[in-house]
């Protein structure tokens, strides 16, 4: 039987343990977004939508979709900073499962 160890040079052509990645990114950004929203919602449950100007039972019914786009846009507006502690964060986890993997009894380095 041969080892079944894995290359190294295999495993730093994925990704730098220490990058940031587009798919990081996106997912920091909607975990803002979302927490913009969670936190826009409870200042439009008190807005009434009778009256002249109002939109109803419609803008009652799709407000919520309404406060996730204004949380979305805010983000792409540059956002509150959470995005990018999430993404510091996700780093900082990865190089420490990486550094972990590495003192496992068994592991290549």
Do not use: H, Y
């Amino acid at each position: 039987m041969s080892d079944l160890a894995v290359s190294p040079s295999l495993l730093t052509s994925v990704a730098a343990p220490n990058a940031e990645t587009p798919r990081m990114r996106e997912t920091a950004e909607k975990f803002e977004a979302s927490f913009l929203s969670q936190m826009l919602k409870p200042m439009f449950e008190g807005i009434e939508t009778d009256g002249p100007f109002g939109g109803g039972e419609a803008e009652g019914t799709w407000r919520s979709f309404m406060i996730d786009e204004m949380a979305k846009q805010t983000v792409r507006a540059g956002g509150i900073g959470l995005a990018d502690t999430v993404v510091s964060e996700m780093i900082r986890m990865q190089a420490e499962q990486s550094r972990t993997a590495q003192t496992l009894p068994g592991a290549t380095a």
